[in-house]
Structures are given as structure tokens and as C-alpha cells.
């Protein structure tokens, strides 16, 4: 199979290595040529537009940044729909919304080609282990053919319903996510104020039953959110905002979990 890649970021550039050395005939490209440096050392080559690498892949993966980039880079007048041929697929594996996906699966159906909505967790260093989480969602058989190129990247590879699931189900892991840091935050200021040093009680429960992800980051970070809000507070508070607007939409009640996410939100001095 050949592939396509599109952001080639912390998080994109080293799923593209991954594939590129893997075996897979890889082109790149980017809107900066310095985005594309990196790969000199790799059997990858680059095209000129989002359309010539389209024209050269049986699957193009997109990991650019949000919404309106994924739909720019697709439906743009040299974008990949412009170059790509009837029973190719794309992958997007941005997180996005869910309706983007479906709105932009219509218009690839139209030319015969598969869109899945494939976003990913793990950041940069498990793609580079190769063990990034895939959320997919979309035709079955699309995703049995994507699969092998995933796998050079990603394990586990969930395929969770019709395209849209695999939005749905990382804005879901977001959501507790974000609700996680604040229980943990509140813990380990509770901690102080019991004269217990946070940063022991820290070590403790990472070790414990309440272990979690969230609350490693914010022991890791010293205790605050400060440095996770500067790199990451604008991205969660986009994924609370995204999930709170579709369980509006679906007139259901996200109960305690967006409340604690919205209380994260309020310690990094953002709101949704």
C-alpha cells in the first residue's frame, strides 16, 4: 500500500517515520519545507501539493491541527481530493468533531474514496514505540485495509462503530481526562493542608489503587497545572467544549464529569 502523510508535528512527524521505515512507499508533504527535513535520512519522498501526494498514495493519513485544517487540506482546490483516486482512503487522525468527519466522509463517498475518522492518543513518544491507541471509525473493510499501516504505529487499533465513533470516543477520553486533573490537583492541595507533603502523597498513590494518568502528570509538573495549561489548556478546553456540545445536541446530561472538567478548565484560567 502506498501512503500518504500530512503533519508531520511532535505527534504526526513520528507516525510518518514509523510507516516511511517500516516498507511502506511514504510521500510527504507540508506547508513549511522545514517540516520536511527531517525525513531526509528516510526512503520518504515529498510532492508538491496536498493533490500530488494524493495522486501517489492508496491511503493518505492527515494529523494536521483542527477542524478547518483538515477540511483546507482536503477540499482545497490542489487538496488531496483533487488528486486522489476512486477506492482510496483517508484517515484522519486529528482530533476533530465528529460531524466534520461525516460532513467530509459525503464529500469523499461522492469520488468513490473511504474517509475514516481514526484520531490518536499516546503523543509523540508511543509513536515512536509504536504504540499509540487508534480509535477508528468508519467502513470495516476500510479499516481492515488500513490496519497494517496503523500497526506500524499504533497498538491497540479499536474500530468503535460508523465514522464519527472514534471522535466521539477520544473526546470521551479527553473529557475524563481533564475531569482526572482536577480530582487529583484538589487531592494533593487537600495533602497540604492535612500536613502531608503533596509530592510523598503523590508518590504513594502512584503506586496505589487511585493511580491514574492525570494525576502522574500533575505530580510530574510539581504539583500545579501551570505547565500542563501552557501546552496543553487551550486543546483540552476545545475537546470539553466539543463533547459538551454534542451531549447538548443529544439532550443528555454529562453529570459529573464535565462539571470536574469545567473545574480543570477554572484552575488553568480558561473556561468553556
Known amino acids: 500500500m502506498r501512503v500518504g502523510f500530512i503533519g508531520l508535528g511532535s505527534q504526526g512527524g513520528p507516525m510518518a517515520r514509523r510507516i516511511a521505515e517500516s516498507g511502506y512507499p511514504t510521500t510527504l508533504w507540508a506547508r513549511r519545507a522545514a517540516s520536511l527535513e527531517p525525513f531526509a535520512d528516510t526512503p520518504a519522498t515529498t510532492a508538491g501539493s496536498p493533490a500530488a501526494l ?43 468533531h465528529p460531524e466534520t468527519c461525516r460532513e467530509l466522509a459525503k464529500v469523499a463517498a461522492a469520488q468513490r474514496v473511504t474517509l475514516l475518522d481514526a484520531p490518536v492518543s499516546g503523543g509523540g513518544m508511543a509513536a515512536e514505540a509504536g504504540t499509540l491507541l487508534v480509535m477508528v471509525g468508519g467502513d470495516a473493510e476500510a479499516v481492515q485495509r488500513g490496519r497494517p499501516v496503523f500497526e506500524t504505529y499504533a497498538n491497540p487499533i479499536v474500530h468503535l462503530g460508523d465514522v464519527g465513533a472514534g471522535q466521539t470516543a477520544k473526546l470521551l477520553n479527553n473529557l475524563l481526562f481533564t475531569a482526572n486533573l482536577a480530582t487529583a490537583t484538589s487531592t494533593l492541595t487537600l495533602a497540604g493542608a492535612l500536613g502531608i507533603d503533596p509530592a510523598r502523597l503523590g508518590e504513594v498513590i502512584t503506586h496505589g489503587t487511585a493511580d491514574s494518568f492525570a494525576l502522574g502528570r500533575v505530580v510530574a509538573a510539581g504539583g500545579t497545572l501551570d505547565r500542563l495549561a501552557a501546552h496543553a489548556g487551550d486543546l483540552l478546553r476545545k475537546d470539553v467544549g466539543l463533547i459538551a456540545d454534542l451531549a447538548d445536541a443529544s439532550g443528555v446530561r454529562p453529570g459529573i464529569v464535565l462539571d470536574a472538567a469545567d473545574t480543570t478548565l477554572a484552575f488553568m484560567n480558561r473556561t468553556r
Not at 67 to 83: F, I, K, P, S, Y
Open 54 to 96: 494524493a495522486a501517489r498514495s492508496d491511503l493518505v493519513c492527515l494529523c494536521v491541527v483542527g477542524d478547518d485544517d483538515v477540511r483546507e487540506v482536503l477540499t482545497r482546490d490542489d487538496g488531496v481530493l483533487a488528486g486522489i483516486a476512486p477506492g482510496s482512503i483517508v484517515a484522519v487522525h486529528s482530533t476533530v
